[in-house]
């Protein structure tokens, strides 16, 4: 049985930092793009980043670009998101996702991933 579960969420203050991780279980990580998404209250789940299954391709959506960054350990089957100078507007629930391809590159539409976590929450205030 396929697992993923979030960790690392909580309340910030506008600038902030949080580090987020997503540790995966019932699968061979290092066979899965990873990638994490974020849905606000009455918003579609958006795309925030992905990295490929050996990290070296990276995508983020442009509203997170050189304030975020994603990270994973195959060791550890656990990928990371990285969030520096938070706003308000980064507060949503965040989820990671796991998507199985042949290739080493990046997704970043939620039809093409397979498995989902349940989400952590991250609240940044002004």
């Known amino acids: 049985q396929v697992q993923l579960v979030e960790s690392g969420g909580g309340l910030v203050q506008a600038g902030g930092s949080l580090r987020l991780s997503c540790a995966a279980s019932?699968?061979?990580?290092?066979?899965?793009?990873m990638g994490w998404f974020r849905q606000a209250p009455g918003k579609e789940r958006e795309f925030v980043a992905a990295i490929s299954r050996s990290a070296l391709n990276r995508n983020y959506a442009n509203s997170v670009k050189n304030r975020f960054t994603i990270t994973r350990d195959n060791a550890k089957n656990t990928v990371y998101l990285q969030m520096n100078s938070l706003k308000p507007e980064d507060t949503a629930v965040y989820s990671c996702?796991?998507?199985?391809?042949?290739?080493?590159?990046?997704?970043?539409?939620?039809?093409?991933?397979?498995?989902w976590g349940q989400g952590t929450q991250v609240t940044v205030s002004s």
């Open positions: 996702a796991a998507a199985r391809r042949v290739y080493d590159d990046v997704v970043r539409t939620t039809s093409e991933y397979d498995y």
């Open positions: 019932g699968l061979t990580f290092s066979n899965y793009i």
